[in-house]
T-cell receptor, first 110, second 117 residues
Framework: QQPVQSPQAVILREGEDAVINCSSSKALYSVHWYRQKHGEAPVFLMILLKGGEQKGHDKISASFNEKKQQSSLYLTASQLSYSGTYFCGTLRNQGGKLIFGQGTELSVKP | DTAVSQTPKYLVTQMGNDKSIKCEQNLGHDTMYWYKQDSKKFLKIMFSYNNKELIINETVPNRFSPKSPDKAHLNLHINSLELGDSAVYFC????????????????FGSGTRLTVV
């Protein structure tokens, strides 16, 4: 039931791009994305609802393929501040349980 | 400041003791949650309350008892603490269970690091 994220870890140089994937074996109502910096709380990035939408703010965007039950988070022209652990969370129905993936650790180096 | 606040931030206690963690949100959200994050960073939902009503109760030992006196507060009481209870416990809140377009997701508190020795 837990979504699977890939890769588990990625190291980037400033300015490089990255993609983090999140897959579920079950039909999904929505996908959330969060970023957690070391020793801090997870911070909400965006929600995607079924319907195959794509969202973005600043240089971080995401897509949701409802048919494949997959979502991808795109980080372009990465900055040092993007470092942290990224979690996807999936909801199978409105008002259901938000189940998180195992996380992807992203490190951006100068 | 609008936020989800948890107390205490750190809790070190001996096995067998009973402890409580408190959470308050002033965001006007309807739903509150407890999540446990283990040493491998896995975030697992424990409980959820909507307007003081328990709506999610995961497979958690009954030593853990949540209580929501009103929709702005959610506390977690843990009896007979065990070494395996050591983790970071996060409180979170959401409006309308984070549904619908324009939803703002979950807002997490800063966490309580519980260490059982």
């Amino acid at each position: 039931q837990q979504p699977v994220q890939s890769p588990q870890a990625v190291i980037l140089r400033e300015g490089e791009d990255a993609v983090i994937n999140c897959s579920s074996s079950k039909a999904l109502y929505s996908v959330h994305w969060y970023r957690q910096k070391h020793g801090e709380a997870p911070v909400f990035l965006m929600i995607l609802l079924k319907g195959g939408e794509q969202k973005g703010h600043d240089k971080i965007s995401a897509s949701f393929n409802e048919k494949k039950q997959q979502s991808s988070l795109y980080l372009t022209a990465s900055q040092l501040s993007y470092s942290g652990t990224y979690f996807c969370g999936t909801l199978r129905n409105q008002g259901g349980k938000l189940i998180f993936g195992q996380g992807t650790e992203l490190s951006v180096k100068p | 400041d609008t936020a989800v606040s948890q107390t205490p931030k750190y809790l070190v206690t001996q096995m067998g003791n009973d402890k409580s963690i408190k959470c308050e949100q002033n965001l006007g959200h309807d739903t509150m949650y407890w999540y446990k994050q283990d040493s491998k960073k896995f975030l697992k939902i424990m409980f959820s309350y909507n307007n003081k009503e328990l709506i999610i109760n995961e497979t958690v030992p009954n030593r853990f008892s949540p209580k929501s006196p009103d929709k702005a507060h959610l506390n977690l009481h843990i009896n007979s603490l065990e070494l395996g209870d050591s983790a970071v416990y996060f409180c979170a809140s959401s409006q309308d269970r984070a549904r619908g377009p324009g939803g703002n997701g979950y807002t997490f508190g800063s966490g309580t690091r519980l260490t059982v020795v």
